[in-house]
């Protein structure tokens, strides 16, 4: 392993456990410490495989042909409660869908040119082809079923989500790695490794329907009107009871009104001299 590696660095066979990965490294430690004749520290001897891979970028675009290549997205949405699906293919015979391509005139094409797709997710696509890239496609259904099914449309958003600023990052653009595995017939493996740098989409999908019904319409209403009058009640309580001026709140909200009532009687006065007969004629 090279000495730029940190982790391969040793001063005898005890620092390279055997089988254990090298870190930031090409292969396993096979257990031996490699040093040089008059070096008192080496480098762990690795099992890899050889050549290691190369550290390097593409310097010219290996994408820039693809730029009219199109995307074929098809893509339907089904709300179950309302019983409804919907696709945002148009029925129609196959020529049409070997002819049209997607714009604000045809919403119903689901053929995408690729160029089309990166620009509208603002980066330039030459500046992508060299070293790939992920694009996020949004399709949002906003449907109201009280209007005709025609009026249920998809609606399309692109943006770019890995990091194009980071230039000098390992991170920016898209690419991966695969090999292909041989042997001679010596029994000696080689293999084939191939860095691939492309364009991946992320297709998000989200829908949201709506249709009016009389009886969550009604609920709402009769909550609307019991918390005015919950508000109401609340808000005399905390004038009459919990403010320093709840007098003058109260004579405000209460007219208070004093009455009086006289009764006369017409009758002759008694008095402590008079017999009961006397009370019986009166």
């Known amino acids: 392993q090279s000495a730029s590696i940190p982790d391969a660095l040793c001063y005898e ?21 490699l040093k040089d004749r008059d070096s008192i520290r080496g480098t762990c001897e690795i099992l890899a495989w050889c050549p290691v891979e190369k550290r390097s970028k593409p310097k010219k675009p290996l994408l ?9 997205i098809k893509n339907s949405i089904r709300f179950p409660k309302f019983k409804f699906s919907k696709m945002n293919v148009m029925a129609t015979n196959e020529s049409y869908l070997k002819s049209c391509r997607y714009s604000t005139e045809h919403p119903y094409c689901p053929i995408f040119l690729l160029g089309n797709i990166v620009r509208w997710a603002g980066s330039n696509f030459q500046e992508m082809a060299l070293e790939g890239g992920v694009i996020g496609i949004q399709i949002e259904w ?25 230039e000098k990052s390992i991170s ?6 695969f090999a292909k595995y041989y042997r001679d017939a010596e029994g000696v493996d080689y293999r084939t490794l191939i860095k691939a740098y492309g364009i991946r989409f992320d297709v998000m999908v989200n829908g949201k329907a709506g249709k009016f019904n009389i009886v ?11 918390l005015m009058g919950a508000g109401a009640f609340f808000c005399d309580l905390v004038l009459l009871y919990l403010i320093k001026k709840s007098n003058f709140y109260r004579g405000k909200k209460y007219e208070e009104v004093k009455s009086t ?14 017999s009961p007969d006397q009370l019986d004629g009166l």
């Open 142 to 166: 906003n449907c109201d079923l009280d209007k005709a099914p025609s009026e249920c449309n998809p609606q399309y958003s692109f943006s770019r989500l890995d990091n194009k600023f980071a």
């Open 261 to 274: 009532s006289r009764k006369s009687l017409s009758s002759p006065t008694l008095n402590g001299n008079q």
């Open 172 to 177: 920016s653009g898209y690419n991966f790695r």
């Open 13 to 33: 066979d005890g620092d390279c456990p055997a089988g254990e990965a090298v870190v930031a490294g090409n292969g396993v430690k096979t257990g031996h410490c």
């Open 64 to 72: 820039a042909s693809a730029e009219n290549f199109t995307v074929y």
């Open 216 to 226: 969550p319409t009604i609920i709402n209403i009769g909550s609307g009107l019991a």
